[in-house]
């Protein structure tokens, strides 16, 4: 069979000869490539030249955003309106739309004048960020920053063009011919809420907008959803065969009843209409899917692609195929950090794929692929290994046997937790529930009622504020709430202690201590940082917030200016965890260090990456990192 036919028989859920390997390698290729250092005999050339020298299936899901046809391609990607070679369609902005367009050493600024409004966004494609490895945009700038903004962004996707125009798709897939399966990008939301949450607002500020212009959000959502509409009509006729339709679902992001609600309705829809047509949906899920498993199986949706499980997530490989193989095909299976040197060992490696062909055998249903890419600082003998494995072993129907399991010292799984127990403060309860329902409105009066009564302001506030919002952390913790309510929450508590600062002023309640904190250079995620952030701040403590993308000498800086108790420091990359060591060695230089507590976090950190760089503790989620910045500051 060819490795077209074996994946396409895998998606169909039949028995290919062999398991399919289609490894993502265009983010190592550009970091490699362009610090020069790519395999010695590979020294010149492209991703799929290797691909091929090497027998692997060519990885074309993901659109290649640093090879498009034209700048044209992703210019409106802050509106997330896109046409390229693996989109079967084009689009046209309604005529009466000016579009102003300014350029300047990566960042471009685009102003959209309609007639029922001016709105704008910034982009950002740097040649710094391209040597880190990121293959697509950033948006500096989001095109919703307001309830105003949403009815000319609403304008512009009423009056937009689509057409076929599968002409490039058809190229392109004739140049990959039987090495692989080109995904036509449909979009790369799943459905239209989600898109504005992709694309057009900030990923913190959309948990506000959703709450707080949950109207205009629903109505943009419905101007969205013709085009939406209008893509899947144009994708059901066009030659694509498999459809990449939304991606980066993840637990807290897209937590369940939000994905419920708004997103799988939308994949219910373009698997029907495609199915239909014998075409097959594809979800790119790379995130933490453990709350997620019955709600994407049972969505009807064809392929789960980038499927990311444990030791980076919480769900392991075998979970996966037994609870969603009858149903759809994984295409993933290997987490990516299992090809760096620092984060696993040669014997866990090997483990770890002993474990996997045990976990999907008899193998139907499964396409092998490094999740969510193979990473920068991969060594690249372990994907030559991952290869080899999948030609010599992956025969299939698997036999399972010969199983080795993955040894629990390495790749330890952390322990189930228990619920949050809350303590209701019987005097209290209702600024307590005000807390908890996020309701930054009732909460202002209740606190002045409370205050016309005669009671004391530090007692509303410790016992009644401060005790809700620190249930509502371990809530958080549990998995019990999600980012919402934690940002809602949160909120409210700040309107709340605004209120009752005037009369907190004759025994001032002092601020915990002051925390600055920021995501290390390279690195753009936030969602977690910032919800650090709100909850530090939701219990006294007073956070300088640096944003992404820090580099060291802004963090000694600061530092220097603020001289803060404790410096967070986050990070989601495998690659931009170093920078946390550098951060640290230039306080060290500097002389910054004294009292100074260092806090480190973020997804691929642990307890002992910290020891290891000097940082004075981890925490592993917001919560936590309550509690250590508690006692950072008693130590
Ligand atoms: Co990216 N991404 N991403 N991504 N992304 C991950 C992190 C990844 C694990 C996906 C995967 O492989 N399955 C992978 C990293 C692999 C690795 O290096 N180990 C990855 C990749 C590869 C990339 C790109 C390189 C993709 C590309 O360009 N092709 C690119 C990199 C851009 C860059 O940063 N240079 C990229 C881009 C993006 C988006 C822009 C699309 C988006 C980020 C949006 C944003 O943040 N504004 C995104 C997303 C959403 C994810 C996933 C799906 C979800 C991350 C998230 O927000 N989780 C993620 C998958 C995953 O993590 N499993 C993935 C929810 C959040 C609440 O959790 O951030 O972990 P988390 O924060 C927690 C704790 O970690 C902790 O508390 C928080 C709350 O509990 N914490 C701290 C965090 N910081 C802390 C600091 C502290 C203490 C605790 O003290 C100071």
Redesign the pocket.
């Known amino acids: 069979m060819t490795h077209r036919e074996r994946i396409l028989a895998a998606i169909r859920g039949e028995m290919p000869d062999r398991l399919p390997f289609a490894p993502r390698l265009e ?1 190592w290729h550009i970091a490699n490539s362009r610090k020069g250092t790519l395999p010695e005999k590979y020294r010149n050339s492209q991703p799929d030249e290797i691909a091929r020298a090497e027998g692997w299936a060519l990885h074309k899901i ?1 659109p290649e955003y640093q090879k498009p046809r034209s700048p044209e391609d992703f210019l409106h990607w802050g509106l997330g309106i896109m046409s390229c070679k693996e989109t079967v369609y084009g689009y046209q902005m309604p005529g009466d739309v000016d579009v102003e367009v300014e350029s300047h050493e990566g960042e471009t600024k685009i102003v959209y004048h309609t007639p029922v409004g001016t709105v704008s966004s910034t982009v950002v494609n740097t040649e710094e ?1 391209r040597r ?5 945009f ?1 948006v500096k700038e989001h095109v919703l920053k307001e309830a105003k903004d949403y009815r000319p962004v609403g304008y512009i996707y009423q009056n937009l063009k689509l057409f076929p125009d599968p002409q490039d798709f058809l190229k392109w897939r004739s140049e990959i011919g039987e090495d692989g399966v080109p995904f036509s990008l449909a979009c790369r939301s799943a459905s239209p809420v989600h898109h504005i949450q992709k694309h057009m607002v900030d ?1 913190t500020d959309f948990f506000y907008q959703y709450h707080d212009n949950a109207k205009e959000m629903q109505g943009l959502a419905e101007s969205i959803s013709h085009f939406f509409e209008r893509v899947l009509a144009l994708v059901a006729d066009s030659p694509a065969e498999v459809v990449f339709w939304g991606a ?1 679902f ?1 637990d ?2 897209t937590y369940p009843s939000y994905f419920s609600k708004e997103i799988r309705p939308w994949i219910e829809r373009a698997a029907g209409v495609l199915g239909a047509k014998g075409k097959f949906v594809s979800c790119h899920c ?3 899917n453990q709350g997620l498993m019955d709600l994407i199986r049972d969505s009807g949706v064809h392929v789960a692609e ?1 499927v ?1 499980p444990w030791p ?2 919480k769900v392991k490989i075998d979970d996966y195929y037994r609870r969603w193989t009858d149903k759809l095909t994984i295409f993933g299976g290997i987490p ?2 299992l090809l760096l040197k620092e984060s696993t060992s040669e014997e866990s490696f090997e483990e770890y794929l002993d474990s996997l062909f045990e976990a999907i055998a008899p193998g139907r249903r499964m396409i092998l692929g490094v ?3 193979v ?1 920068p600082a991969a060594v690249y003998e372990r994907i030559v290994r991952i290869g080899e494995r999948a030609a010599k072993e992956g025969r299939l129907p698997l036999k399972a046997g010969g199983y080795r399991p993955v040894s629990g010292s390495q790749l330890a799984q952390p322990a189930p937790r228990e619920k949050a127990r809350l303590v209701w403060d019987k005097e209290f309860k209702i600024i307590q529930k005000d807390v908890f329902e996020g309701d930054q409105e009732a909460i202002k009066g209740h606190i002045a009622d409370f205050l016309a009564k005669g009671m004391k302001a530090e007692d509303i506030l410790k016992r009644g504020l401060l005790t809700a919002m620190e249930a509502i952390g371990e809530r ?1 913790k549990t998995g019990e709430v999600f ?1 919402p309510e934690v940002l809602l929450s949160a909120r409210a508590m700040n309107e709340a202690t605004a209120a009752l600062e005037p009369y907190l002023s004759s025994s001032k309640v002092e601020a915990k201590g002051r925390v600055l ?1 920021g995501t290390v250079k ?8 910032n ?2 952030v709100t909850m530090l701040r939701g219990v006294g403590f007073e956070v300088h917030d640096l944003g992404i993308n820090v580099e060291a000498d802004v963090f000694t800086r600061e530092v220097e200016r603020l001289k803060p108790d404790i410096l ?3 990070a ?5 965890m170093p920078q946390m060591k550098i951060v640290i060695e230039a306080l060290n230089k500097r002389g910054l260090r004294g009292p100074l507590k260092i ?6 950190v642990n307890e002992k990456f910290a020891r290891d760089i000097g940082a004075d503790g981890y ?4 919560a ?2 309550i509690t250590l910045a508690r006692k950072m500051m008693v130590s």
């Open positions: 983010l993901n960020m880190s490895g990121v293959s697509n950033w990923a980066n993840d807290m992001i790379d995130g933490e980038a990311c980076m997530t990516s950090i999740a969510d890419s990473p958080f980012i904190i390279g690195d753009l995620h936030d969602i977690g940082k919800l650090v967070g420091l986050s989601l990359l495998t690659t931009t806090m480190v976090g973020g997804a691929p925490a592993p989620d917001g936590e990192g």
